[in-house]
């Protein structure tokens, strides 16, 4: 398979603001998680699995919560993949490093 095109993400970096002790954070890819919901199969209102992408702070240690549509979808894709435990040989891998 050719590459024509790899998406480096390793250059992301997202400022949040901590809603806690209010610091201003930047996080890098490596802070970054993602948190799997379960699928949720309630007759009244069924709702497919989903993800949610959470760092910490690093001044309080406060979960803090980063937009889905912050998150670079290639980089989506590889917090999911790591928090199912699918690659666990992969997770060193940010690309650049
Ligand atoms: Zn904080």
Redesign the pocket.
Known sequence: MKVLKKVDYSDWRHRIK?G????ELEADPADVRAQHHEADNDPRGSSPAYFTFHCT?A????ELTIAKDDVPAAMQHFLQEKALNRRSSYSSDWGGK
């Open positions: 901590c806690r002790c209010t610091s702070c001044v309080c240690s406060n």
